[in-house]
């Protein structure tokens, strides 16, 4: 079955970085979009970035374009976020997705808190 487990999440304080990991199995990894999600207390889900299967594309949401990194490896089944210059608008767990078979798979979240 499809596995995702998210790690890396912490408290950090702003201009701070952490890299989150996630870790898939049950899929032809390589097949598949992978995306970051984020979800702060009283909001919705929001997209943070995707990746296409080879890596060769990949967006950002505005709101941490030029801050976050989004990468992938295959060999290795992951998807990795590299957060940098945090504030505190970047609390939210994390979370990460894959569509497979037109379902959606979901980690069990890593809780991200940016505070001094």
């Known amino acids: 079955q499809v596995q995702l487990v998210e790690s890396g999440g912490g408290l950090v304080q702003p201009g701070g970085s952490l890299r989150l990991s996630c870790a898939a199995s049950?899929?032809?990894?390589?097949?598949?979009?992978m995306n970051w999600y984020r979800q702060a207390p009283g909001k919705e889900r929001e997209l943070v970035a995707d990746?296409?299967?080879?890596?060769?594309?990949?967006n950002y949401a505005d709101s941490v374009k030029g801050r976050f990194t989004i990468s992938r490896d295959n060999a290795k089944n992951s998807v990795y976020l590299q957060m940098n210059n945090l504030k505190p608008e970047d609390t939210a767990v994390y979370y990460c997705?894959?569509?497979?078979?037109?379902?959606?798979?979901w980690g069990q979240g890593t809780q991200v808190t940016v505070s001094s």
């Open positions: 997705r894959v569509v497979v078979k037109r379902l959606p798979y």
């Open positions: 049950g899929f032809t990894f390589s097949n598949y979009v």
């Open positions: 990746i296409s299967n080879s890596g060769a594309r990949i």
